[in-house]
């Protein structure tokens, strides 16, 4: 199974599967608390699943549902300004934010400014079920309607703001940067990928064939088990559900380094650098340091 929680507990009940057998069965969403917390949102059983089950957004119900409805505001009905064909921005992650060394590489690479409100606390507020404070969410939409493209760090927020504003075009930052020729081009055969997994996995279908075509022209290795569905870190997860199952982030990048062969890593997401320089004795970088010519 892609599920990483079933690569590190071997309990069914764990994983999306046993929640929904569990809740077929009659049981209540406290009794899954265990599960629930546990979910990293990765969305690696999205891909998986034959019937197209939205899997996340089941699992952030739930945890809507253990907060005893005290979840978020319903989505807002945004009036969509005119966008306009350079209008994109960038919303970080925060370890990102907090590294100006590195954010200021990646928006000069991508030539396009940095959002004036990155939406952490809204972020934070959807992954564990609960109401940001009110009127929040409709005012951080309402400056983001006018953009053409939004690029984001956090695969989970791609999710998030495609249900409100559909028309845009939101992608993730390691495909933005890789869209570069200049950073493309610096991948090395040698190299092993760490795709952020939330933004992969949550838009599958279009993100698949553009990985592939990378993995094709760099020869580089990724982050991707048999059915091509990309093995997260955990780095990213803020849950504050306690969950004795929780999987280490340590395992999980056991899980990514096991049987590959490779000289350097390069990661999409800043949160992953630290845990990664931990696990390997080989140069670990950003992929906005590609860009740079360096050879690490």
Not at 38 to 66: F, H
Not at 112 to 125: F, M, Q, T
Not at 155 to 168: C, N
Not at 272 to 280: F, G, Y
């Amino acid at each position: 199974m892609s599920c990483p929680i079933w690569q590190q507990s071997h309990e069914i009940l764990m994983t999306f599967a046993g929640r929904a057998l569990a809740l077929q069965a009659g049981a209540e969403p406290e009794e899954l608390k265990d599960s629930v917390g546990a979910c990293l949102l990765c969305g690696s059983c999205e891909p998986a699943c034959g019937m197209g089950i939205q899997t996340v957004d089941i699992t952030l119900k739930l945890r809507e549902a253990l907060n005893n409805g005290k979840s978020k505001d319903d989505l807002p009905q945004v009036q969509l300004s005119r966008s306009t064909p350079d209008r994109a921005v960038l919303i970080p992650d925060t370890a990102l934010l907090k590294n100006k060394d590195l954010l200021g590489r990646t928006l000069s690479l991508l030539d396009i400014p940095l959002a004036e409100d990155n939406g952490s606390d809204i972020l934070e507020a959807f992954e564990n079920g609960r109401r940001p404070i009110s009127g929040r969410v409709a005012a951080f939409y309402r400056e983001l309607s006018g953009m053409r493209k939004i690029v984001v760090s956090d695969g989970l927020f791609k999710r998030y703001i495609r249900a409100v504003l559909p028309g845009l075009e939101v992608i993730g930052l390691g495909e933005a940067l890789l869209r570069l020729p200049i950073v493309r081009s610096s991948l090395r055969p040698t190299d092993l990928y760490i795709i952020e997994a939330r933004a992969f996995n949550a838009d599958f279908k279009r993100c698949l064939p553009f990985y592939t075509e990378v993995r094709k022209q760099t020869g580089c290795i990724m982050n991707l088990d048999l059915q091509r569905i990309a093995i997260p870190t955990g780095a990213c997860c803020k849950a504050e559900f306690k969950s004795r199952s929780a999987p280490e982030s340590a395992k999980q990048i056991s899980w990514i380094l096991d049987g590959r062969s490779f000289d350097r890593v390069v990661a999409e997401t800043a949160e992953d650098i630290p845990l990664l320089k931990k696990a390997v004795t080989q140069p670990v970088m950003h992929v906005a340091e590609l860009a740079d010519g360096e050879t690490l």
